[in-house]
């Protein structure tokens, strides 16, 4: 299972704290070794867009992801930055050079 999850800032003004904060997110989640989660983090031309996308080989590595210290943390972070919340959508891999 995969997500798109389109983050959007209230502000500008946030863009390097989101960077930061999105760069602790991954650095957690390695450390936390959650097996069967991929995640990656994306900046856009829009210094107020991002844009995640989150891989979970089952529902087990999607629980380890949102019961993370390193999400909890990310959450507390940026969560007063966002102009509303992030947007998640149900993706599927067509292919991949990942395998």
Request: with cysteine.
């Amino acid at each position: 299972m995969s997500f798109l999850v389109r983050y959007t800032l209230a502000s500008a003004d946030s863009h390097a704290h989101q960077t930061d904060a999105m760069q602790a997110l991954v650095a957690g989640l390695k450390s936390e070794g959650i097996d069967g989660l991929h995640y990656s983090c994306f900046s856009t031309e829009n210094p107020t867009e991002f844009i995640g996308v989150l891989e979970f080989v089952d529902d087990v590595a999607k629980q380890g992801f949102l019961n993370s210290a390193a999400f909890a943390e990310y959450k507390g972070k940026v969560g007063p930055t966002f102009a509303n919340p992030p947007e998640t959508s149900d993706i599927t891999s067509i292919a991949t050079t990942r395998d």
